[in-house]
């Protein structure tokens, strides 16, 4: 999962940020037969306490026209778990990490559900 993760987010943010991003979502979708997407979202906002500011949308970075998709019989936990440990991952060593913490906070979750915070600016 890594892999994808960071092809995803080298995809997304080896371009230009826009200036009134203050966070990121990387969104999931349960597709037919057993197909998981996941996309990435910089947004307006930024609330630790209110999941809203993943709703707050400035750009998909391209990702939702060529999100990472992958084809996996499991559960909706478990994909979750999987993108949220190598969101984590890409965090400590991927070439955008350092960039990212620039920013005050990066959400993982399914589009219609909650969002798991991997990282707040401090």
Known sequence: M???IERLAEAAFGTVIPQDVKA???NLYEDADDIW???IVGTGSFDKD?????CDEITDFGTR??????????DWE???QKVVSAVKEYLEKGKYSEKLK???G??????????ELVYVKE
């Open 2 to 4: 890594y892999n994808r």
């Open 24 to 26: 990121f979502a990387f």
């Open 37 to 39: 997407s996941v996309e």
């Open 50 to 54: 209110d999941e809203d500011w993943a």
């Open 65 to 74: 026209n060529e999100p990472v998709s992958w084809q996996e019989e499991t």
């Open 78 to 80: 478990t994909v979750l």
């Open 102 to 104: 620039e920013y005050a």
């Open 106 to 115: 990066i959400g993982v979750g399914f589009v219609d559900g909650d969002i």
